[in-house]
């Protein structure tokens, strides 16, 4: 079992920064490859970023690429997303989640956290 908490959302101007945080709980994070999702009010839940077991290997949604960076520390047990270049349609909730495939589909990941609001002003 695996628990999530994020953290490190927040109000935003375009063009602003946010570094968000997921923090796990239990000894076994390195045995998980960690995603970042977001969904902005009525649409879907959607990909963002997912970071392999030992953060080796990287993939971005292209809508983030070049903007976001995700990371991690399994010595922290915590995983990052690190948000750079906001525009107003990064508005959302970005969760975390956790997964022993490292994959793109929100439907294969295992553990969620419960969200943090990121809103971008125009």
């Known amino acids: 079992q695996v628990q999530l908490v994020e953290s490190g959302g927040g109000l935003v101007q375009a063009g602003g920064s946010l570094r968000l945080s997921c923090a796990a709980s239990?000894?076994?994070?390195?045995?998980?490859?960690m995603g970042w999702f977001r969904q902005a009010p009525g649409k879907e839940r959607e990909f963002v970023a997912r970071i392999s077991r030992s953060g080796g290997r990287t993939n971005y949604a292209d809508s983030v690429k070049g903007r976001f960076t995700i990371s991690r520390d399994n010595a922290k047990n915590t995983a990052y997303l690190q948000m750079n270049s906001l525009k107003p349609e990064d508005t959302a909730v970005y969760y975390c989640?956790?997964?022993?495939?490292?994959?793109?589909?929100?439907?294969?990941?295992?553990?969620w956290g419960q969200g943090t609001q990121v809103t971008v002003s125009s």
């Open positions: 239990g000894r076994t994070f390195n045995s998980y490859a």
């Open positions: 989640a956790a997964s022993l495939i490292f994959s793109v589909l929100a439907g294969r990941y295992d553990y």
